[in-house]
Each structure stands twice: as structure tokens, then as C-alpha cells.
């Protein structure tokens, strides 16, 4: 998931494995879906539905590198392409991971996120038996620094000869919003998304970007099945949206007046869902 929710703030398979994968280096390809690039609760007014082929290699070290490219199906175009790198580590019943990430968007994408440039993050986890709790913290960069932080719980399950894992999870995510001020400012009113309205000018943005406050909360179940060298993926998350920002917009018809209103923004609940298929060589 990592190319496809932009750093997650929840353990993923690399670094839950990392213990038993570390003795040995190895690359790992795949392709993913997402229904919707929703992003700490937040998202477009247009579905972002993204086919992702990855590739990655993880040396025993624990050094990894990955390069991904996100195709918008309903767009026909590649909306992004990501590097990344990073450390994952395991001792005794503690995993972390190191992430940097480079991101290139398309200058038409309409990401909540395509304003951010890069971002580098850190998350530990500790296995507490029946529960494991992760700690995460990311700092991404776009015309300011955003910060965010997350707390996530989750219990595996194993069946089929542990070749069938079943994660109920829990993260909390928090975090400051520049990136979205900025979306708001440069992609959220395009002129290509107006349709058939009168022309006019809009122009928008959030007020006190700068705050960090609690974002959304995301219960999720990830279906993961390993058959030889294949895993199989299934996660369906939903994202429960809270703190929605105070937006000021100004509406300038060609001609006319511009008028100015503040409001507050409405924001949903987002079910969406995942599917993944990675081979490991």
C-alpha cells in the first residue's frame, strides 16, 4: 500500500516481516488497485481511482529503494510517479522503518495531495501479544512543511497454515493541512472541472493551515494470502473524516462582482478498498 496511500500510517507486510525477510535480500514487483486515493479523510470531489506497478529492492541490511507509477483510470493518464527509500529494522518484538519519498504529479491531477513535493517518516511498532500498537510521524514538504503523527492498533489472525492473514486495524491520524491550503488554492477550482457554469474566476483557501488538529480515523481489515512467491491483497478501509477546515472562496463572474464567502467545508465518511498482488524474487 505504500505507493498507493502515500506513506500509511499503520504497519505494512515489509515491516511486520521484516525479522524473517532481513537474512536475505530480494526484489519485490507488483501492480495494485484503489477505488479512491483518499488521504487522511480527506478527498476530491472527483474519485482518484489509481492502477499502481511497483517495483522495489530490499537489501538484507535493511535498505530498501521502490519506484512506482499511478495510472488514473478514469483520466487515461499516468496522475503519478513516486521514489522512495528507506530502512526497515526488527529486534525481538519491536519493527521500525525509515521512509523518503519523491513525488512527481501531473500538473492536471486533482489529489488532495498533489501539491506535496516529498515527505520522510519514521513508525515503530511493538508486538504487545494480543495487541500491537504503531507510532508513526511524517514530515511532507510542499510551499511549507506539514507535520502528522499516527496511532494505530491492530491483531493479526492466522489461518490456513498461516498462509491466510486476517489484520483488524485501527490508526488515528493527526497532522498540520498546508498541503491541502495549497490544494485548494491551485487545483481545487480548475477551469476544466467548472462543466458547463457561466465563466468566472474562483479562488480559495483554508484558514489556519498551520494547526495541528486530530484529522480522520481509519478501522480497516487487510486480507493478506501468500501462495509461494505470490501475496494476495484485499484491504477495505473506512475513513472517518473530523476537524473540517474553515474555507474562505471568492466567485468573480467575467464582468461582474466578485463575491466572497466563508464556510465551513463538508466532509463524509469514504468507504474504499484495495487490491494488490505482489511477487517477491
Known amino acids: 500500500m505504500g505507493a498507493l496511500c502515500n506513506f500509511c500510517l499503520a504497519q505494512n507486510t515489509d515491516l511486520q516481516t521484516g525479522s524473517q525477510e532481513s537474512k536475505h535480500s530480494y526484489f519485490k514487483t ?36 521502490t519506484a512506482s507509477a499511478s495510472f488514473l483510470t478514469t483520466e487515461n ?21 525509515l521512509t523518503v519519498n519523491k513525488y512527481l504529479y501531473s500538473n492536471q491531477s486533482y489529489s488532495v495531495k ?24 511524517i514530515a511532507s514538504f510542499s510551499s511549507a512543511t506539514d507535520f502528522a503523527a499516527g496511532f494505530g492498533l491492530d491483531h493479526e489472525f492466522s489461518l490456513i497454515n498461516d498462509q491466510l492473514k486476517i489484520t483488524p486495524t485501527f490508526v488515528m491520524n493527526g497532522g498540520t493541512q498546508y498541503y491541502y491550503d495549497n490544494y485548494y488554492r491551485k487545483r481545487r477550482y480548475v477551469k476544466k472541472r467548472k462543466g458547463n457554469l457561466p465563466p468566472r474566476t474562483i479562488t480559495a483557501y483554508t484558514v489556519n493551515p498551520g494547526a495541528f488538529r486530530i484529522l480522520d480515523y481509519e478501522p480497516s481489515v487487510p486480507f493478506d494470502y501468500n501462495l509461494n512467491k505470490f501475496t494476495f491483497s484485499f484491504t477495505p478501509t ?40 505482489v511477487y517477491k524474487f
Open 238 to 277: 473506512v475513513a472517518i473524516p473530523v476537524n473540517p477546515n474553515t474555507i474562505v472562496r471568492t466567485v468573480k463572474p467575467v464582468g461582474g462582482v466578485a463575491v466572497t464567502r466563508t464556510f465551513t467545508e463538508k466532509i463524509n465518511t469514504t468507504f474504499f478498498w484495495s487490491l494488490e498482488v
Open 114 to 137: 498533489s501539491e506535496v513535493k516529498a515527505d520522510a517518516g519514521a513508525q515503530v511498532g511493538y508486538d504487545a501479544g494480543p495487541i500491537e500498537f504503531s507510532l508513526s510521524a
Open 30 to 65: 507488483s501492480i495494485s488497485y484503489i477505488n479512491d486515493n483518499v488521504y487522511f479523510g480527506r478527498r476530491d470531489s472527483l474519485k482518484v481511482p489509481y492502477v499502481t506497478p511497483a517495483f522495489g529492492y530490499y537489501n538484507k541490511s535493511g535498505i530498501f529503494f
Open 77 to 97: 493518464r499516468f496522475d503519478l510517479y513516486t521514489l522512495g527509500g528507506g530502512y526497515l529494522f526488527a529486534k525481538d518484538k519491536w519493527v521500525g522503518e
